[in-house]
Protein backbone atom coordinates (compact mmCIF):
# COMPACT_ATOMS: atom_id res chain seq x y z
CA UNK A 1 0.00 0.00 0.00
CA UNK A 2 1.45 3.59 -0.69
CA UNK A 3 0.35 6.21 0.57
CA UNK A 4 1.21 9.71 -1.30
CA UNK A 5 2.96 12.49 0.90
CA UNK A 6 -0.23 14.76 0.08
CA UNK A 7 -2.83 12.60 0.82
CA UNK A 8 -1.03 12.00 4.49
CA UNK A 9 -0.78 15.57 4.28
CA UNK A 10 -4.31 15.60 4.07
CA UNK A 11 -5.00 12.98 6.56
CA UNK A 12 -2.73 14.92 9.40
CA UNK A 13 -4.66 18.21 8.47
CA UNK A 14 -7.92 17.09 9.16
CA UNK A 15 -6.97 15.25 12.36
CA UNK A 16 -5.14 18.09 13.90
CA UNK A 17 -8.38 20.79 12.85
CA UNK A 18 -10.93 17.67 14.85
CA UNK A 19 -8.27 18.17 17.86
CA UNK A 20 -7.91 21.94 18.06
CA UNK A 21 -11.57 22.45 17.33
CA UNK A 22 -12.50 19.95 20.54
CA UNK A 23 -10.00 21.73 22.57
CA UNK A 24 -10.44 25.14 21.32
CA UNK A 25 -14.64 24.85 22.44
CA UNK A 26 -14.18 22.83 25.81
CA UNK A 27 -17.55 21.82 25.38
CA UNK A 28 -19.55 19.76 27.71
CA UNK A 29 -22.80 18.36 28.35
CA UNK A 30 -25.16 18.94 31.31
CA UNK A 31 -28.13 16.70 32.36
CA UNK A 32 -30.48 18.72 33.77
CA UNK A 33 -33.75 17.45 35.82
CA UNK A 34 -36.46 21.08 35.98
CA UNK A 35 -39.37 21.03 37.36
CA UNK A 36 -42.25 20.84 35.13
CA UNK A 37 -43.90 24.67 35.18
CA UNK A 38 -40.36 26.00 34.45
CA UNK A 39 -40.09 24.32 31.35
CA UNK A 40 -41.04 26.58 28.60
CA UNK A 41 -38.72 29.56 30.16
CA UNK A 42 -35.73 27.04 30.45
CA UNK A 43 -35.95 25.89 27.08
CA UNK A 44 -35.42 29.33 25.81
CA UNK A 45 -32.99 29.91 28.40
CA UNK A 46 -30.88 26.57 27.35
CA UNK A 47 -30.92 27.33 23.67
CA UNK A 48 -29.49 31.10 24.75
CA UNK A 49 -26.85 29.32 26.76
CA UNK A 50 -25.36 26.94 24.02
CA UNK A 51 -24.97 29.97 21.40
CA UNK A 52 -23.60 32.36 24.71
CA UNK A 53 -21.08 29.54 26.03
CA UNK A 54 -21.27 26.71 23.56
CA UNK A 55 -22.26 24.36 26.54
CA UNK A 56 -25.34 22.13 25.89
CA UNK A 57 -28.18 21.31 28.48
CA UNK A 58 -30.18 18.15 28.03
CA UNK A 59 -33.25 19.19 29.90
CA UNK A 60 -35.52 16.60 31.40
CA UNK A 61 -39.08 17.60 32.65
CA UNK A 62 -41.22 16.14 35.43
CA UNK A 63 -42.55 16.69 38.96
CA UNK A 64 -40.02 17.44 41.58
CA UNK A 65 -41.24 14.76 43.60
CA UNK A 66 -40.28 12.03 41.00
CA UNK A 67 -36.63 13.60 40.28
CA UNK A 68 -36.27 13.80 44.17
CA UNK A 69 -36.78 9.60 44.58
CA UNK A 70 -34.76 8.98 40.71
CA UNK A 71 -32.23 11.69 42.16
CA UNK A 72 -32.03 9.72 45.30
CA UNK A 73 -31.79 6.33 43.35
CA UNK A 74 -28.28 7.05 40.88
CA UNK A 75 -30.26 8.85 37.77
CA UNK A 76 -27.57 10.87 36.36
CA UNK A 77 -28.48 14.39 36.37
CA UNK A 78 -25.90 17.12 37.45
CA UNK A 79 -28.44 20.25 37.83
CA UNK A 80 -31.55 20.06 39.53
CA UNK A 81 -34.03 22.82 39.11
CA UNK A 82 -36.56 21.95 42.02
CA UNK A 83 -40.12 23.54 41.73
CA UNK A 84 -40.07 24.38 45.45
CA UNK A 85 -37.25 25.26 48.53
CA UNK A 86 -37.64 22.11 50.00
CA UNK A 87 -36.86 18.99 47.26
CA UNK A 88 -33.40 20.89 46.65
CA UNK A 89 -32.59 21.32 49.87
CA UNK A 90 -33.32 17.32 51.24
CA UNK A 91 -30.82 16.39 48.95
CA UNK A 92 -28.03 18.73 50.20
CA UNK A 93 -29.09 17.07 53.58
CA UNK A 94 -28.73 13.74 51.32
CA UNK A 95 -25.48 14.22 50.44
CA UNK A 96 -26.59 14.33 46.89
CA UNK A 97 -26.23 17.94 46.46
CA UNK A 98 -23.36 20.23 46.67
CA UNK A 99 -24.79 22.69 49.49
CA UNK A 100 -22.60 26.04 48.42
CA UNK A 101 -24.89 26.02 44.97
CA UNK A 102 -27.96 26.04 46.63
CA UNK A 103 -29.76 29.09 45.20
CA UNK A 104 -32.87 30.33 44.33
CA UNK A 105 -33.59 31.00 40.98
CA UNK A 106 -37.56 32.26 40.28
CA UNK A 107 -40.66 32.63 42.46
CA UNK A 108 -43.55 30.91 41.38
CA UNK A 109 -46.87 33.26 40.54
CA UNK A 110 -50.45 30.99 41.06
CA UNK A 111 -52.84 31.70 38.52
CA UNK A 112 -56.46 30.59 38.66
CA UNK A 113 -57.41 30.51 34.77
CA UNK A 114 -59.86 29.82 32.02
CA UNK A 115 -59.24 29.45 28.40
CA UNK A 116 -62.90 30.85 28.08
CA UNK A 117 -63.10 34.19 27.94
CA UNK A 118 -64.89 35.99 30.70
CA UNK A 119 -65.50 32.68 32.47
CA UNK A 120 -62.54 33.90 35.39
CA UNK A 121 -63.33 37.70 36.86
CA UNK A 122 -60.62 39.65 38.61
CA UNK A 123 -60.85 39.02 41.68
CA UNK A 124 -61.60 34.83 41.81
CA UNK A 125 -65.36 35.47 42.74
CA UNK A 126 -66.22 32.96 40.24
CA UNK A 127 -65.03 30.43 42.72
CA UNK A 128 -67.90 30.94 44.93
CA UNK A 129 -70.46 30.98 42.45
CA UNK A 130 -69.61 27.30 41.52
CA UNK A 131 -70.91 27.57 38.35
CA UNK A 132 -68.54 25.03 37.28
CA UNK A 133 -68.23 21.18 36.70
CA UNK A 134 -64.71 20.95 37.96
CA UNK A 135 -61.80 23.23 38.71
CA UNK A 136 -58.50 21.65 38.67
CA UNK A 137 -55.77 21.54 41.06
CA UNK A 138 -52.38 20.33 40.85
CA UNK A 139 -51.97 17.74 43.77
CA UNK A 140 -50.77 19.24 47.07
CA UNK A 141 -49.47 16.36 48.24
CA UNK A 142 -46.60 15.99 45.24
CA UNK A 143 -46.96 19.75 44.19
CA UNK A 144 -45.96 23.01 45.45
CA UNK A 145 -48.43 25.15 43.50
CA UNK A 146 -50.89 22.80 44.70
CA UNK A 147 -49.88 23.36 48.12
CA UNK A 148 -50.61 27.05 47.18
CA UNK A 149 -54.14 26.64 45.15
CA UNK A 150 -55.38 24.88 48.30
CA UNK A 151 -54.35 27.52 50.80
CA UNK A 152 -55.82 30.05 48.96
CA UNK A 153 -59.05 28.15 48.76
CA UNK A 154 -59.22 27.85 52.24
CA UNK A 155 -57.94 31.71 52.65
CA UNK A 156 -61.06 32.17 50.83
CA UNK A 157 -63.00 30.04 52.51
CA UNK A 158 -64.21 27.62 50.02
CA UNK A 159 -61.89 24.64 50.07
CA UNK A 160 -64.73 22.27 51.83
CA UNK A 161 -67.61 23.89 49.32
CA UNK A 162 -65.36 23.19 46.44
CA UNK A 163 -64.30 19.37 47.37
CA UNK A 164 -66.50 17.68 45.44
CA UNK A 165 -65.26 19.52 42.58
CA UNK A 166 -61.62 19.27 42.13
CA UNK A 167 -59.91 17.46 39.81
CA UNK A 168 -55.95 16.66 40.69
CA UNK A 169 -52.83 17.06 38.08
CA UNK A 170 -50.18 14.56 39.03
CA UNK A 171 -47.99 17.75 38.33
CA UNK A 172 -48.92 21.37 36.96
CA UNK A 173 -48.08 20.44 33.67
CA UNK A 174 -51.00 17.92 33.85
CA UNK A 175 -53.43 20.20 35.26
CA UNK A 176 -52.72 22.45 33.22
CA UNK A 177 -53.69 19.91 30.14
CA UNK A 178 -57.28 19.47 31.98
CA UNK A 179 -57.95 22.74 31.93
CA UNK A 180 -56.52 23.29 28.06
CA UNK A 181 -58.78 20.58 26.85
CA UNK A 182 -62.05 22.10 28.43
CA UNK A 183 -62.29 19.03 30.73
CA UNK A 184 -62.09 21.09 33.64
CA UNK A 185 -63.66 24.52 33.00
CA UNK A 186 -60.85 26.27 35.22
CA UNK A 187 -57.83 25.45 37.27
CA UNK A 188 -54.97 26.89 39.44
CA UNK A 189 -52.14 26.84 37.53
CA UNK A 190 -48.32 28.51 37.48
CA UNK A 191 -48.49 31.68 35.70
CA UNK A 192 -45.36 30.95 33.54
CA UNK A 193 -48.20 28.21 31.93
CA UNK A 194 -50.19 30.94 30.23
CA UNK A 195 -48.21 33.41 29.73
CA UNK A 196 -45.88 34.71 27.30
CA UNK A 197 -43.71 38.26 26.55
CA UNK A 198 -45.39 39.54 29.77
CA UNK A 199 -48.93 38.63 28.85
CA UNK A 200 -51.52 36.08 29.50
CA UNK A 201 -51.84 35.11 25.90
CA UNK A 202 -55.49 33.54 25.81
CA UNK A 203 -58.60 32.64 28.15
CA UNK A 204 -59.44 34.98 31.38
CA UNK A 205 -57.68 34.77 34.62
CA UNK A 206 -57.45 36.09 37.97
CA UNK A 207 -53.49 36.86 39.34
CA UNK A 208 -53.75 34.69 42.73
CA UNK A 209 -52.34 37.77 45.02
CA UNK A 210 -49.10 36.44 46.47
CA UNK A 211 -50.30 37.11 50.52
CA UNK A 212 -52.71 34.32 49.69
CA UNK A 213 -50.47 31.83 49.99
CA UNK A 214 -46.95 30.77 51.06
CA UNK A 215 -44.20 31.73 48.48
CA UNK A 216 -43.19 29.49 45.91
CA UNK A 217 -40.03 29.58 46.23
CA UNK A 218 -38.29 27.47 43.69
CA UNK A 219 -34.50 26.34 44.56
CA UNK A 220 -31.60 25.41 42.06
CA UNK A 221 -28.77 23.31 43.02
CA UNK A 222 -25.76 21.36 41.32
CA UNK A 223 -25.84 17.39 41.92
CA UNK A 224 -23.09 15.89 43.24
CA UNK A 225 -22.36 13.96 39.86
CA UNK A 226 -21.75 17.60 38.59
CA UNK A 227 -19.77 18.70 40.83
CA UNK A 228 -16.86 19.05 38.50
CA UNK A 229 -18.25 19.66 34.98
CA UNK A 230 -17.98 22.78 34.26
CA UNK A 231 -20.95 22.80 32.39
CA UNK A 232 -23.03 22.80 34.93
CA UNK A 233 -21.40 25.52 37.22
CA UNK A 234 -21.74 28.09 34.01
CA UNK A 235 -25.13 26.76 33.66
CA UNK A 236 -26.13 27.85 37.86
CA UNK A 237 -24.03 31.41 36.69
CA UNK A 238 -26.20 31.65 33.37
CA UNK A 239 -29.45 31.65 35.20
CA UNK A 240 -28.46 34.52 37.56
CA UNK A 241 -27.82 36.13 34.28
CA UNK A 242 -29.60 39.48 33.21
CA UNK A 243 -30.53 37.29 29.60
CA UNK A 244 -31.81 34.57 31.77
CA UNK A 245 -33.70 36.79 34.44
CA UNK A 246 -35.27 38.46 31.81
CA UNK A 247 -36.75 35.16 30.11
CA UNK A 248 -37.62 34.34 33.56
CA UNK A 249 -39.50 37.90 34.45
CA UNK A 250 -41.26 37.26 30.80
CA UNK A 251 -43.26 34.32 31.89
CA UNK A 252 -44.30 35.93 34.81
CA UNK A 253 -42.09 34.42 37.75
CA UNK A 254 -40.51 36.55 40.78
CA UNK A 255 -36.78 37.14 41.12
CA UNK A 256 -35.50 36.54 44.38
CA UNK A 257 -32.07 38.76 44.96
CA UNK B 1 -52.70 -2.11 59.70
CA UNK B 2 -50.84 -1.68 56.18
CA UNK B 3 -52.82 0.30 54.33
CA UNK B 4 -54.14 3.13 55.19
CA UNK B 5 -58.10 4.43 54.30
CA UNK B 6 -57.80 6.02 50.64
CA UNK B 7 -55.42 2.52 50.00
CA UNK B 8 -58.30 1.07 50.84
CA UNK B 9 -60.94 3.07 48.97
CA UNK B 10 -58.02 2.75 45.99
CA UNK B 11 -57.76 -1.16 46.05
CA UNK B 12 -61.88 -1.30 46.36
CA UNK B 13 -62.25 1.12 43.25
CA UNK B 14 -59.81 -0.85 41.04
CA UNK B 15 -61.90 -4.15 41.63
CA UNK B 16 -65.18 -2.91 40.66
CA UNK B 17 -63.21 -1.28 37.65
CA UNK B 18 -61.77 -4.22 36.77
CA UNK B 19 -65.13 -6.34 37.56
CA UNK B 20 -66.97 -3.82 35.34
CA UNK B 21 -64.93 -3.68 32.42
CA UNK B 22 -64.32 -7.66 32.17
CA UNK B 23 -68.09 -8.25 32.40
CA UNK B 24 -68.49 -5.79 29.87
CA UNK B 25 -65.88 -6.78 27.50
CA UNK B 26 -66.89 -10.41 27.49
CA UNK B 27 -70.46 -9.23 26.55
CA UNK B 28 -68.75 -7.18 23.97
CA UNK B 29 -66.16 -8.90 22.73
CA UNK B 30 -68.31 -12.63 21.85
CA UNK B 31 -69.95 -11.39 19.05
CA UNK B 32 -66.80 -9.45 17.62
CA UNK B 33 -64.70 -12.45 18.38
CA UNK B 34 -67.55 -14.69 16.58
CA UNK B 35 -67.42 -12.78 13.22
CA UNK B 36 -63.78 -12.07 13.69
CA UNK B 37 -63.34 -16.08 13.18
CA UNK B 38 -65.60 -16.93 10.47
CA UNK B 39 -66.14 -13.90 8.26
CA UNK B 40 -64.09 -14.13 5.52
CA UNK B 41 -64.87 -10.44 4.88
CA UNK B 42 -62.15 -7.96 3.35
CA UNK B 43 -63.10 -6.16 6.46
CA UNK B 44 -61.15 -8.90 8.44
CA UNK B 45 -57.66 -7.99 8.62
CA UNK B 46 -57.77 -3.68 8.95
CA UNK B 47 -60.76 -4.66 12.00
CA UNK B 48 -58.03 -7.29 13.77
CA UNK B 49 -55.28 -4.58 13.15
CA UNK B 50 -57.53 -2.33 15.17
CA UNK B 51 -58.35 -4.55 17.93
CA UNK B 52 -55.29 -5.38 18.62
CA UNK B 53 -53.91 -1.43 18.72
CA UNK B 54 -54.41 -1.15 22.24
CA UNK B 55 -51.56 -3.87 22.46
CA UNK B 56 -48.71 -1.69 20.90
CA UNK B 57 -49.96 1.84 21.85
CA UNK B 58 -48.87 3.66 24.43
CA UNK B 59 -51.13 4.29 27.38
CA UNK B 60 -50.07 7.70 27.41
CA UNK B 61 -51.55 7.89 23.74
CA UNK B 62 -54.95 6.50 24.06
CA UNK B 63 -55.25 8.23 27.17
CA UNK B 64 -54.53 11.49 25.60
CA UNK B 65 -56.92 11.36 22.75
CA UNK B 66 -59.63 10.17 25.46
CA UNK B 67 -59.26 13.03 27.36
CA UNK B 68 -59.16 15.23 24.17
CA UNK B 69 -61.44 13.29 22.19
CA UNK B 70 -64.12 13.50 25.48
CA UNK B 71 -63.45 16.74 26.20
CA UNK B 72 -66.24 19.40 25.91
CA UNK B 73 -64.84 20.34 22.54
CA UNK B 74 -64.42 16.59 21.33
CA UNK B 75 -66.78 14.30 19.22
CA UNK B 76 -67.24 12.08 21.83
CA UNK B 77 -68.22 14.62 24.34
CA UNK B 78 -70.24 16.45 22.40
CA UNK B 79 -72.21 13.32 22.06
CA UNK B 80 -72.23 12.19 25.47
CA UNK B 81 -73.28 16.31 26.48
CA UNK B 82 -76.22 15.89 23.60
CA UNK B 83 -77.33 12.54 25.25
CA UNK B 84 -77.54 14.19 29.00
CA UNK B 85 -74.59 12.19 30.40
CA UNK B 86 -72.16 14.95 30.45
CA UNK B 87 -68.87 15.02 29.63
CA UNK B 88 -66.67 11.53 30.98
CA UNK B 89 -63.28 12.39 31.85
CA UNK B 90 -63.18 12.57 35.61
CA UNK B 91 -66.19 9.78 36.32
CA UNK B 92 -65.90 6.58 36.78
CA UNK B 93 -67.47 5.25 33.80
CA UNK B 94 -65.11 7.42 31.75
CA UNK B 95 -62.39 4.80 33.41
CA UNK B 96 -64.54 1.74 32.19
CA UNK B 97 -64.38 3.54 28.23
CA UNK B 98 -60.61 4.04 28.71
CA UNK B 99 -60.39 0.17 30.11
CA UNK B 100 -62.62 -1.10 27.24
CA UNK B 101 -60.64 -0.07 25.22
CA UNK B 102 -56.85 -0.37 26.83
CA UNK B 103 -57.83 -4.13 27.83
CA UNK B 104 -60.03 -5.00 24.45
CA UNK B 105 -57.38 -7.78 22.42
CA UNK B 106 -57.02 -9.42 26.00
CA UNK B 107 -60.54 -10.08 25.63
CA UNK B 108 -61.01 -10.89 22.11
CA UNK B 109 -58.02 -12.71 21.25
CA UNK B 110 -58.58 -15.98 23.91
CA UNK B 111 -62.12 -15.48 22.65
CA UNK B 112 -61.12 -15.46 18.83
CA UNK B 113 -58.66 -18.25 19.19
CA UNK B 114 -61.36 -20.46 20.89
CA UNK B 115 -63.87 -19.92 18.10
CA UNK B 116 -61.30 -20.47 15.53
CA UNK B 117 -59.86 -24.21 17.10
CA UNK B 118 -64.16 -25.05 17.17
CA UNK B 119 -63.29 -25.27 13.58
CA UNK B 120 -66.73 -26.69 11.31
CA UNK B 121 -67.34 -29.83 11.76
CA UNK B 122 -69.03 -29.46 14.96
CA UNK B 123 -71.19 -26.64 13.89
CA UNK B 124 -71.67 -29.01 10.82
CA UNK B 125 -72.97 -32.23 12.39
CA UNK B 126 -75.35 -30.01 14.63
CA UNK B 127 -77.09 -28.07 11.80
CA UNK B 128 -77.48 -31.77 10.26
CA UNK B 129 -79.47 -32.81 13.19
CA UNK B 130 -81.37 -29.78 12.92
CA UNK B 131 -79.97 -27.07 14.90
CA UNK B 132 -80.48 -23.58 13.97
CA UNK B 133 -77.81 -20.74 13.82
CA UNK B 134 -78.52 -19.48 17.59
CA UNK B 135 -79.07 -22.89 18.83
CA UNK B 136 -75.52 -24.02 17.41
CA UNK B 137 -73.92 -20.77 18.66
CA UNK B 138 -75.77 -21.24 22.05
CA UNK B 139 -75.08 -24.94 22.81
CA UNK B 140 -72.51 -26.06 20.78
CA UNK B 141 -70.10 -23.20 20.39
CA UNK B 142 -70.55 -21.46 23.45
CA UNK B 143 -69.43 -24.43 25.64
CA UNK B 144 -66.46 -25.78 23.48
CA UNK B 145 -65.00 -22.39 23.51
CA UNK B 146 -65.11 -22.36 28.20
CA UNK B 147 -61.66 -22.22 28.16
CA UNK B 148 -61.29 -19.05 25.72
CA UNK B 149 -63.86 -17.53 28.15
CA UNK B 150 -61.95 -17.93 31.10
CA UNK B 151 -59.29 -16.47 29.39
CA UNK B 152 -60.70 -13.64 28.03
CA UNK B 153 -61.99 -12.87 31.72
CA UNK B 154 -58.62 -13.59 33.93
CA UNK B 155 -56.65 -11.58 31.22
CA UNK B 156 -59.31 -8.56 30.86
CA UNK B 157 -59.47 -8.01 34.67
CA UNK B 158 -55.91 -8.15 35.45
CA UNK B 159 -54.92 -6.33 32.64
CA UNK B 160 -57.32 -3.51 34.19
CA UNK B 161 -56.26 -4.04 36.99
CA UNK B 162 -52.46 -3.09 35.93
CA UNK B 163 -53.85 -0.09 33.97
CA UNK B 164 -51.96 3.30 34.49
CA UNK B 165 -51.57 5.18 32.08
CA UNK B 166 -54.78 5.36 30.95
CA UNK B 167 -56.36 6.50 34.23
CA UNK B 168 -53.27 9.31 34.76
CA UNK B 169 -54.34 10.78 31.94
CA UNK B 170 -58.34 10.63 31.85
CA UNK B 171 -58.59 10.38 36.20
CA UNK B 172 -58.12 13.53 37.59
CA UNK B 173 -57.11 11.06 40.46
CA UNK B 174 -60.11 11.56 42.56
CA UNK B 175 -60.63 9.35 46.20
CA UNK B 176 -63.05 6.74 45.45
CA UNK B 177 -63.97 7.53 41.48
CA UNK B 178 -61.15 7.66 39.56
CA UNK B 179 -58.14 6.90 42.13
CA UNK B 180 -56.69 3.26 41.08
CA UNK B 181 -54.22 0.90 43.04
CA UNK B 182 -51.53 2.43 40.55
CA UNK B 183 -52.03 5.88 40.97
CA UNK B 184 -52.46 5.31 44.27
CA UNK B 185 -48.54 3.70 44.58
CA UNK B 186 -47.24 6.29 41.82
CA UNK B 187 -48.55 9.24 44.34
CA UNK B 188 -47.05 7.22 47.64
CA UNK B 189 -43.78 7.26 45.73
CA UNK B 190 -43.66 10.69 44.60
CA UNK B 191 -44.46 11.61 48.03
CA UNK B 192 -41.55 9.69 49.48
CA UNK B 193 -44.28 7.58 51.51
CA UNK B 194 -42.35 4.30 50.54
CA UNK B 195 -43.34 1.78 53.07
CA UNK B 196 -46.93 2.51 52.01
CA UNK B 197 -46.05 1.94 48.32
CA UNK B 198 -44.48 -1.31 49.22
CA UNK B 199 -47.43 -2.33 50.59
CA UNK B 200 -49.05 -1.51 47.91
CA UNK B 201 -46.65 -2.90 45.15
CA UNK B 202 -46.02 -6.13 46.61
CA UNK B 203 -49.40 -6.60 46.82
CA UNK B 204 -49.89 -6.16 43.52
CA UNK B 205 -46.54 -8.22 42.56
CA UNK B 206 -48.92 -11.29 44.36
CA UNK B 207 -51.70 -10.61 42.93
CA UNK B 208 -50.28 -10.91 39.30
CA UNK B 209 -48.28 -13.83 40.42
CA UNK B 210 -51.53 -15.71 41.78
CA UNK B 211 -53.60 -14.90 38.34
CA UNK B 212 -50.96 -16.00 36.22
CA UNK B 213 -50.53 -19.27 38.11
CA UNK B 214 -54.33 -19.55 38.54
CA UNK B 215 -54.33 -18.92 34.37
CA UNK B 216 -51.82 -22.30 34.24
CA UNK B 217 -53.52 -24.28 36.13
CA UNK B 218 -56.77 -24.01 34.90
CA UNK B 219 -55.25 -24.42 31.40
CA UNK B 220 -53.45 -27.56 32.24
CA UNK B 221 -56.95 -28.85 33.76
CA UNK B 222 -58.27 -28.30 30.29
CA UNK B 223 -55.79 -30.14 28.78
CA UNK B 224 -56.05 -33.28 31.12
CA UNK B 225 -58.91 -35.53 30.58
Known amino acids: MHLSFKRLRRILGALTLTFSSLHAAQAADVQVAVAANFTAPMQEIAALFAK ?107 ADKLQSKIVMGENIGQTYQFVHTGNAQLGFVALSQVMKDGEISKGSAWRVPAEMHAPIRQDAVVLVRGKDNPAAAALMQYLKSDAARAIIQSYGYGIIE | MPFNETDLRAIGLTLRLAGTTMALLLVLCTPLAWWLARTRSRWRGPLSAVVALPLVLPPTVIGF ?136 AGGMVVFSFIVLLGLNLTRRARLLP
Open chain 1, 52 to 158: ETGHKADLSFGSTGKFYAQISNGAPFEVFLSADDKTAARLVSDGKAVGTTLMPYALGSLVLWSPTEGMVDGQGKVLATGTFAHLAVANPKLAPYGVAAMQALHKLGL
Open chain 2, 65 to 200: YLLVALGPNGPLGQLTTALGLGTLPFTFWGLVLGSLIYSLPFAVQPLQGAFEAIGERPLEAAATLGAGPLDRFFTVALPLARGGFVTAAILSFAHTVGEFGVVLMLGGNIPGVTRVISVQIYDHVEALEYTQAHWL
